[in-house]
């Protein structure tokens, strides 16, 4: 399978812009459907955040990046999810089609 980001480059650099903004230095990649190239216009873009270590993202601060999100002008919903926080059986799938967006610190 050939992974490709179904992203828009302005959208992009919004999200990318706002995530270095409330979590310096994370990873952040993108999975699911905008990935496999089975999304649309209207899909959802799915990014898992890695911190530094892989420990746990503060609450607060995910909390900040959720809200940015969802106030921004980008047209459809991001989910970001702490990798931390999912479990294991979900880290496999990610592992196996994913793009990272960011590379971290």
Request: net charge negative; glycine share 8%; no cysteine.
């Amino acid at each position: 399978m050939t992974l490709q980001l179904d992203l828009q480059p302005r959208h992009r650099e919004q999200i990318e812009h706002l995530l270095h903004e409330h979590l310096p230095g994370v990873a952040v990649w993108a999975y699911g459907s905008r990935v496999t190239g089975r999304g649309h216009e209207g899909s959802d873009l799915d990014l898992v955040l890695r911190g530094p270590g892989l420990a746990p993202l503060p609450v607060d601060a995910l909390s900040n990046v959720e809200e940015a999100l969802r106030e921004s002008t980008i047209p459809f919903l991001v989910e970001a999810r702490d990798w931390a926080r999912l479990p294991e059986s979900f880290h496999q799938e990610i592992e196996r089609a994913h793009i990272v967006m960011l590379a971290g610190n």
